[in-house]
């Protein structure tokens, strides 16, 4: 019944943007602090950005502050929005929940409750 679906992905030259979507079932995503995550293969993931139940957000640098998070809490669906895409970002992006009291401080500090499937975002000419 937890689950958590990332859509939006997709693939568009450098430059172009993407907006991706994370909806959560079976729980309220509002309780928790949430985050999206990217991996490339070979790679760790690291996180990207985060929003808190108050609505604070964290953002990594290197998105160098192209992408922004938000939460519609009415639809429990976390969004990205990523502007100006470089072939860097290209990678699957995660959306995760946690649990750690602590979450909204530090991408670093993560505790992860439930993950999502993922969904691909292609940055190439």
């Known amino acids: 019944q937890v689950h958590l679906a990332e859509s939006g992905g997709g693939s568009v030259p450098p430059g172009g943007s993407l907006t991706l979507s994370c909806e959560a079932s079976g729980f309220t995503a509002s309780a928790y602090c949430m985050g999206w995550f990217r991996q490339t293969p070979g790679k760790e993931r690291e996180g990207v950005a985060s929003?808190?139940?108050?609505?604070?957000?964290l953002y990594a640098d290197a998105i160098k502050g192209r992408f922004t998070i938000s939460q519609d809490n009415a639809k429990d669906t976390m969004y990205l929005q990523m502007n100006n895409l470089e072939p860097g970002d290209t990678a699957i992006y995660y959306c995760?929940?946690?649990?750690?009291?602590?979450?909204?401080?530090?991408?670093?500090?993560?505790?992860?409750?439930?993950w999502g499937q993922g969904t691909q975002g292609t940055v190439s000419s």
């Open positions: 929003i808190d139940t108050n609505g604070r957000t």
């Open positions: 995760a929940t946690s649990l750690h009291p602590l979450c909204g401080e530090s991408l670093a500090i993560w505790l992860v409750g439930q």
